[in-house]
C-alpha cells in the first residue's frame, strides 16, 4: 500500500486546473469521525483514513444546482455537501415511481373478448394466460386452452359446462401459468368469454 508521501506525488503529477484556475486537488488531510462541509462550486480536499490512505474518490466538486456539461467537457466527480461521492443512473428503473419511493409490480394484461364457436390464436410464442372470463356460458358449452398454435395438445385446461347451468355468468377462472409455444383457446357454443393474458 501506498503511503501518503507516495499518494499526494502522483497526485501533483496527475493534478489539472480548471477554466477558472483553481486546482482540481488541493490537499489531503485525515479530519477523523467528523465530516466537512462545502460551498457551492468548491473543489473538495482529499480525505485520507488513519494510515494515509485515500478513502475517498480524489478531485470531487459540490455544486448546490446540478451544472449541464457541453461535448467533450471535463465532468469532474460530484459531491453532496458533505463531501460524500455522489452516483446517480440519471434514468428511472422500470417501474420506478419516484412519487411513492416504490418498484411497481402492477399485473398488466391484454385481453382477447370470444363469442363464438372457433379456434383463436390469442398469442404466438412465451407468455402468461392469467385468467378466463366466463361472460355468457352456454349449456354444455367446452372452453380448452392449449400450449399451442392451434387446437391440439399440450392441453393447459378445459372446462366442460353442464346442462344445467348453476349461474348466468360472469365467472372468472386464475390460472397464471405460463405457456411456450403459443396460447390458442378453442369453444364450442356461443359463449361469450375474455381472456387476459400477456
Do not use: C
Not at 502522483?10 to 484556475?21: R, S
Not at 457551492?40 to 478531485?59: E, F, H, K, Q
Request: charged letters at 10%; hydrophobic letters at 35%.
Amino acid at each position: 500500500m501506498a503511503n501518503l508521501e507516495e499518494i499526494l506525488q502522483e497526485l501533483k503529477a496527475n493534478t489539472t486546473t480548471t477554466a477558472n484556475g483553481s486546482s482540481g486537488v488541493t490537499k489531503a488531510y485525515f479530519n477523523g469521525a467528523t465530516l466537512a462541509s462545502f460551498s457551492s462550486g468548491a473543489s473538495l480536499p482529499i480525505n485520507t483514513d488513519w494510515n494515509g490512505n485515500l478513502n475517498t474518490m480524489p478531485y470531487q466538486r459540490y455544486n448546490s444546482v446540478v451544472p449541464t456539461f457541453n461535448t467533450q467537457d471535463p465532468v469532474p466527480n460530484q459531491a453532496d455537501v458533505n463531501g460524500n461521492h455522489k452516483v446517480t443512473q440519471a434514468t428511472l428503473i422500470a417501474g420506478e415511481n419516484l412519487t411513492t419511493n416504490r418498484l411497481n409490480n402492477e399485473p398488466i394484461y391484454s385481453y382477447t373478448r370470444i363469442s363464438t364457436a372457433t379456434t383463436t390464436l390469442i398469442k404466438t410464442g412465451a407468455g402468461t394466460l392469467h385468467a378466463i372470463i366466463v361472460n355468457t356460458p352456454v349449456t354444455n358449452g367446452v372452453i380448452e386452452a392449449d400450449d399451442a398454435l392451434t387446437n391440439t395438445t399440450p392441453i393447459i385446461a378445459k372446462a366442460t359446462y353442464p346442462a344445467t347451468l348453476l349461474s348466468s355468468g360472469p365467472v372468472t377462472v386464475t390460472y397464471d401459468v405460463s405457456f411456450a409455444t403459443g396460447l390458442s383457446i378453442t369453444t364450442t357454443g356461443t359463449m361469450d368469454i375474455t381472456i387476459a393474458w400477456r
